[in-house]
Each structure stands twice: as structure tokens, then as C-alpha cells.
């Protein structure tokens, strides 16, 4: 007798439901019991500790919580597996460890599935965009988790599935206004900034579809009423994008091409598909040219781009030509801005690949070659301890120079760039290399490194504390963005915004909405090195430069920051023995970005443990900063002023 195929679907884009391979609602019993199913849904498939379940489900938990919770469970796999043999185990809600995980299939789970089907419309042709979205907004079924609002483990997701929701719809009406039915946007945007009337994309979406419908009157008027919103309430001036559409209504610009881009793209990929023969080597090189165009075109342009980039060098190699092979991993030349990758793995193996190349190039093969590869060796080495990186792109930049070659230059600086975090305090070497960026970039038509160049002056100028210039960087970035369609460049801008706000001295809790809104533009991005982890990093500097315990927990997603959180985070749970084997358990922080924020949080641990050796290392470490704002070189987050967090250092040292 044998189990059967798990086929349950799960519900929480409304009330928490299941049903079965039949599509009847399966009976999950009381609240309590869809409360743990609906904790275990937000947990993503990690495991989520008995204790956990108990403090959530209760304000004030009971003496017989943990046997309360197992009874919860054993309840609800047998909802949910009825032909489950006796002592066989359980494969949807599984025991792990100190508790439970559901081992949900990604499509099993409305919310996990809405996710994915937004993502895939990004990316698809309009037509079919349309329908995944009309497809993937008809599963709501009301508000997220509608059954615990007020639970605080549920905020979070539902918040990041609201902005998700809200995302879609803006989606579905550029996509809409791109297939010419204008008309049809004005409805549901009109509900959208009712609601939400600080979505600034939103207002723009429907100022342009009411002009296209032949109301440009009240286009204005929606322009007008956004404008007066955002500048009483929020104290700020309306963004460049709904700036540009006022100023191009007023202008009556052209209505837009009716998908001519699109049709010439088609014939000119079917020509090449019947002129450059299938195994022809050529084909490679165009290959990497539109993986270069992918990656800077949005999220699933950018992911697409890394899923290939080494499929294609791996290709390259296979023939046996390392000029062939050169050309392939140096025509891969896309700024990158992160100091931690998206694929840590992938990168390793393109530096490998790289060195490989440079070992089999002739004598007399060209400098520029080689120095694409030392500069594509020294970005991808970024975040790493190894010493060839800042060789590479030392040796790469002299090249660079000697060719006179500009966006070779422009490349190599941004592998010299990433070499520039080996200790603290160095804002200024990189502001000067931003500054370079810049000017090289604006004389040489190179947009996409200007604006990486904008970016770099951005984060150091946040460090050095001149917010004033930082913002005339982030709005160069914005321009520049908006004329050359350069999507993400977005992301970086709506955080450096949230960091501006906190670092003014903005209330908390305004801050904390600020970083929340950010991480839902940046969720699904297509940049994990960038992403995970970051949200929950942002609120905890916010949290510990205030001097108050942090609300998150171990359970939170910290990504690559846990070890530097968890001792304060085990503090606020008042377990100063974890934390403190927590502290001596953590690492040096890794030479980036975020290198004097992690040294704070680190020092901050240790003042609240008394670990001298500790703070005297925080001391040395954050000394060469001391003029700076502590994180806010990232551009992303700050945990305030270093020569703050010194004082509390030197005081706790005595």
C-alpha cells in the first residue's frame, strides 16, 4: 500500500485554505491549526523551531504550548496526507531538527506561484504578459494571510506581498498601454492610488493612459493632484519619471510606436538565425553582445544574462581557441556596483576560466585582450581575501592607459574600484575613481559606466557625510536611467533614499517604511548577492545606532550577515551566554561595503558582553573612518556615525 502522490495546494493570497488533488477545500480545523500552517508558508520551506511556534501563536504562551503545537501538527498532516500509511513519514509537513518545515512543490503555494508568474511577465512578449498577469491577479482572493492582520510574524510577508500585488498591476497597465488599449488602465490605477497614493509609478501610469485616451485634461489634473500629495505629506518633490511624463503631456509628444521595435527585432533575428551557420564560432560573440544588452534591461534580463554568461564561455573553451575564448569573457564588460556577488560559485569559476585564457594567449596577442580579462578577474575576485584581485586590476588599468582605449579604461576602473575595500576609511580613493568614471564615461557616450560612476560617488560621498552631493549624484543616476532605460539603476536610488532618510535623523518607524519599500522594488530584482539579507540588516543598524533591541529573530533570513547579527539579536532575547558564544564565534568582516557596519554591530555586541579584546579590534578597525557614516558607503543603509560608536568604544574601554 503506498502513499500516493502529494498533490495539496495552498492558499494565503486571502483567507488561509488548502485543498486537495481534486480542488476541495481540505478542513485544516480550527485557528490555531492554520495559524502553524500559515507560520510554516512564511517560513519559505525553513524550519521553524517548536519554542518559535509556541511565542507566535500565543501573546502569553502556555505552560503545555509545545505539546499544544505537536498536537497541531499530528492534526494537520493527517488533514493533508489522509492516505498516509501508519509510520510512514510525512512529506508536505516534515519534522527537522527543533521543529517543522513545509516541503511544499513552488507551484504549490498561491502566494510562492503569484511570485513566479510576475517575474515570467517581465519578461514575456505583451500579449503573453497580459495574460500571465490577468492569470496571476485572479488568484487574490482579499489580503494576504486575511486571517492573522495582526500577527507580527505575518507583517512582513504580507507587506512584501502587497508591494508584490501592487507591482503587478503597474505591470499590467504598462503592458496594457504598450498593446494601444489606454482606456482600460484608467479603472483599476485609479483604485491603486486612491489606496496607495504615494506610489509614484502608479500616478504616472495613469496620467499617460488618460492622455492616450484623449482626456489630457485630466491627465494634468492627475499630475497636479500627485504633485500637491507627496509635497504636503511627504515634504518631497515628485521623481524624475512623473516629472518627465507632465513635461512630455505638455509638450503633446507622440503617442508611441505600435510595436515596430518589436517586429524589426524578429526579422533581424530570423535573418541571422538563416545567415551565420550553427556551429560558426561568431555566433558566440553575438551571443555575449546580447547577454551584455540583457543584463542591464531588468530583472529577468539580468538573470537570464547569468544563467548563459558561463554556459557560454564553457563553449568557448571546448573549441580550443583562447583569443576565441578571450573575446568571450572580456566582452562580458557590465558594471557591477555590488561588492558581494550574485553567484559567489559562478564567479569563481569565470576567474578560473580567465586565468586559463590568459595562461594560453600568444605573445603577440593583443594588450586589450588581456587586459579585459585581468579587469574581468579583478570584478569577479571582488569580496574575496585572494591577493590577485588587486593585482589584476592594478595591471589591467596600466594597459587600459596605454591603449587609450575609453571604455576599456572605464571597464578596468571598475575592477580597480572593487579592490578599493581593503580597510576602512577609504571613501575619498573611491569618490576619485568614481569622479574619473564620470567624466571618461559623459565624454565617451559610455551611459551605462556614467552611471556606475554616479553610483560610486553616490556611496562615497554618503559615507563622507555630504548628503547634499550624494543627492545630485542620485538624481544624475535617475536622469540618465529614465533616458537610456536602465531599470536597476532604480533600485540602488530608492535605497540610497530610505539610507538619506535614516541618516537625517527621520522617526524610526518613517525609516523603517522607507526600507521596506525599498526591498520590495528590489525583491525579485534578479540580484540575490544584492538582496538577501539586506532588509533585515537595515532594520537592525536602525535599531542598534537608536540604542533599541531589535524585533527580529533568529528565524529571519539574514543571508550572508547572521553571524554578525545573531549576537544582538540573541541580546534582545535576553540569552547573554548564546551571544556571547554567538560573539566568539564571529568572523572578521569581509573587505566591502558594508565592512565598517558589520564592525559596529560587532563592537556594539561586545560593549553590551564586555568583551574587551573585541572592542579593542572594532576600535582599530573603524579608527581610519572615524569622519564617516558607518554603512553608508553602501549607498544602501547606515548604522550612524563612526566617530559615535567610537566614543561608546573608548568609554567601554575606560
Known sequence: MGGGPVEVRFGVLGPVLAWDDAGVPIDLRGPAHRAVLARLV?????????????????DEPPAGGVGAVRTFVAALRRALEPRRPPRQPARLLVTEGPGYALRAPADAVDAWWF???VGRAAQAAPQRALEVLDEALGRWRGPAYADFADAPWARAERHRLDQLRLQAVELRAGTLLTLGRAAEVVP????????????????????????????????????????????????VDPGPRLRQAETDILRQADQPADGAAERIWA??????????AAGARGR????????RSLAVAGAGGLTAAREQRYPAIAAAERLGDPELTARVIGGYDVPAIWTRSDDPAQAARIVDAA??????????????????????????????????GPQAAREAERMARALGDPALLAFTLNGVWMQTFHRAGLAPERDAIGAELVALSSRHGLTTYEILGHLVRL??????????????HAAAVDRLAERDERPLAGVFTRWYRAMRLAATGAAVPRARDAYREAAAHLDGAGMPGVERGLLPLALLCLDTWHGQPTALDEDTDWGPYAPWARPLVLLARDRPADAARALRRTPQPPRDLLFEALWVLTGEAAIRLDDRARMRRARDELTPAVGELAGAGSGMLTVGPVAHHLDRLTAALG
Open 42 to 58: 512564511v517560513a519559505r520551506g525553513h524550519v521553524v523551531p517548536v519554542g518559535r511556534l509556541v511565542d507566535d501563536l500565543w
Open 115 to 117: 511570485e513566479a508568474r
Open 188 to 235: 483599476d490605477l485609479d483604485a491603486q492610488v486612491a489606496e496607495h497614493p504615494w506610489r509614484e509609478e502608479s500616478w504616472r501610469l495613469l496620467a499617460l493612459a488618460l492622455y492616450r485616451a484623449g482626456r489630457q485634461g485630466d491627465a494634468l489634473a492627475v499630475l497636479r493632484r500627485a504633485r500637491e500629495l507627496l509635497r504636503d505629506q511627504l515634504g
Open 267 to 276: 526579422k533581424a533575428a530570423a535573418t541571422y538565425d538563416r545567415a551565420v
Open 284 to 291: 558566440l560573440e553575438s551571443t555575449v553582445g546580447l547577454l
Open 355 to 388: 586565468e586559463r585564457a590568459l595562461a594560453g594567449l600568444d605573445p603577440g596577442s593583443p594588450d586589450g585582450a588581456r587586459a579585459r580579462l585581468l579587469a574581468t578577474i579583478a570584478v569577479e575576485s571582488r569580496g574575496t581575501r585572494a591577493d590577485r
Open 459 to 472: 556611496q562615497a560621498r554618503g559615507a563622507l557625510g555630504d548628503l547634499t552631493g550624494a543627492d545630485e
